[in-house]
């Protein structure tokens, strides 16, 4: 017989006065998660055996810990506390295939996000192998996908290795302006922000 444990960190620590102790008493009932105090009024939230992102209560009223959190996230200064995070693992006593995995949760105040590596392996598994699939793949999903190649930004800054400009890739990926999107002066910039200036070519004064 195997035990399984999923165990779980919360950052940052929250202050104690957020909460009341049915509250508390609720998320650790409901979710696993325990409160210890850490000095300064604060409390860091773990769950050691089993988290859960809902569950019961000890009233048998369904307690959902996200939106909770986010609940007390929104009444917290956003310059102080823009996101609370979860952290997570998911083990097993018996070295078992998909025993084994890792979670996150990020709450901010207008969203909830999560990922697992269980569905991350399996949209991996389904993605296509060229580009005509792939274009088939976002089109089932109703979407379309515009892809820049570490070719492109070499294009605007041929002094970068190509490990270089796939950090660029990656970046302007994540950071870039919505109402804009990515192109050829955001790649420029992005790579300006991570390596500096364009050299000058040989021979031209600066």
Not at 18 to 44: H, Q, W
Request: proline share 4%; net charge negative.
């Amino acid at each position: 017989m195997a035990d399984n444990y999923s165990q779980a960190t919360v950052e940052p620590d929250l202050p104690g006065e957020l909460f009341t102790e049915s509250e508390l008493d609720a998320l650790s009932a409901a979710c696993g998660l325990v409160a210890r105090p850490v000095g300064g009024g604060k409390l860091y939230f773990f769950a050691d055996l089993y988290f859960l992102v809902d569950g019961e209560d000890e009233d048998g009223y369904t307690f959902d810990c996200l939106e909770f959190l986010q609940g007390k996230l929104n009444s917290l200064d956003q310059e102080a506390y823009p996101a609370i995070t979860i952290h997570g693992a998911s083990t097993c006593s018996k070295m078992r295939p998909g025993e084994f995995g890792g979670f996150a949760h990020i709450i901010t105040r207008d969203h909830i996000r999560s990922f697992n590596t269980w569905e991350w392996l399996d949209e991996e598994a389904r993605l296509p192998g060229d580009a005509h699939q792939l274009d088939a793949f976002f089109a089932a999903r109703e979407e379309v996908a515009f892809r820049w190649h570490v070719d492109d930004v070499l294009c605007v800054r041929p002094d970068l290795t190509r490990e270089q400009a796939f950090q660029v890739l990656k970046l302007a990926r994540t950071c870039h302006d919505a109402t804009v999107g990515i192109n050829w002066e955001v790649l420029e910039a992005t790579a300006q922000h991570l390596f500096g200036d364009k050299p000058e070519p040989e021979g031209q004064e600066a």
